[in-house]
């Protein structure tokens, strides 16, 4: 179980931005449902706010937290990771400068990718180790579905008032690589690369929250 205090961290650091964050979902998926994901926590734009709050010990009840307590629980995340069944290659980065955080690694079929994903929520489920079904692949008809399990809004009015701007000024994207052509996708938001091998789906938090947009999709392969 991945310490809840990295959520904590992480929650901090996201809300003395209150600016505009951006997570970046990638995997590349082969034929036979192995394949590779990388996560992106992207604050960029938010970089001259955050080095200015950072000299506060707190805001909004939040504590601010520093760069090595970020940094141990970010490499505690990783050492979780390492550990999951049907997990490789695993590599991360830490980028202080611009506050890019990623985290990307080999899976050997869907389940572990699953793993991977749930480890990156706090809830009971994940605390028991209990893999959620975020990503699922019919190797037989070619059909590749993300589903989405969490509850967005319930959590969102979990959320203190002063605090939601940041989540509603948030996007989620996700891209998804193949190496047989998509034949169709379900979500119309989504689009399709050129040679139609890739997908790309971008949606505001504030869209998910309300239910207008959502990132599930359903992609059937040639």
Do not use: W
């Not at 394949?35 to 080095?51: A, E």
């Not at 996007?171 to 091998?197: C, D, E, H, V, W």
């Not at 997908?199 to 207008?212: C, E, F, G, N």
């Amino acid at each position: 179980m991945i310490k809840k205090s990295i959520y904590i961290c992480c929650l901090g650091l996201l809300i003395i931005c209150s600016s505009c964050f951006e997570i970046i979902e990638e995997v590349s998926l082969n034929d036979d449902g192995s394949g590779h994901v990388n996560l992106t926590l992207n604050l960029s734009r938010s970089k001259t706010k955050i080095n200015s709050l950072r000299l506060l010990d707190s805001i909004n009840d939040y504590k601010v937290p520093t760069e090595t307590e970020f940094k141990k629980e970010f490499e505690e995340m990783v050492r979780q990771v390492k550990a999951t069944a049907g997990i490789v290659a695993v590599s991360y980065d830490m980028n202080f400068d611009d506050y890019i955080f990623t985290l990307s690694c080999d899976f050997s079929d869907i389940d572990a990718l699953n793993k991977v994903i749930t480890k990156f929520n706090p809830d009971k489920a994940a605390s028991n180790g209990v893999a959620q079904k975020h990503f699922s692949f019919d190797r037989s008809n070619k059909v590749f579905k993300r589903d989405y399990p969490y509850d967005v809004a319930k959590e969102f009015n979990k959320v203190k008032m002063e605090d939601r701007e940041v989540l509603e000024n948030a996007s989620m994207t996700t891209i998804y690589r193949f190496l047989s052509p998509i034949k169709s996708a379900k979500n119309a938001q989504a689009k399709i690369s050129g040679s139609r091998k890739a997908i790309m789906l971008k949606v505001s938090a504030k869209d998910l929250i309300s239910q207008q947009k959502s990132i599930k999709n359903q992609i059937i392969l040639q």
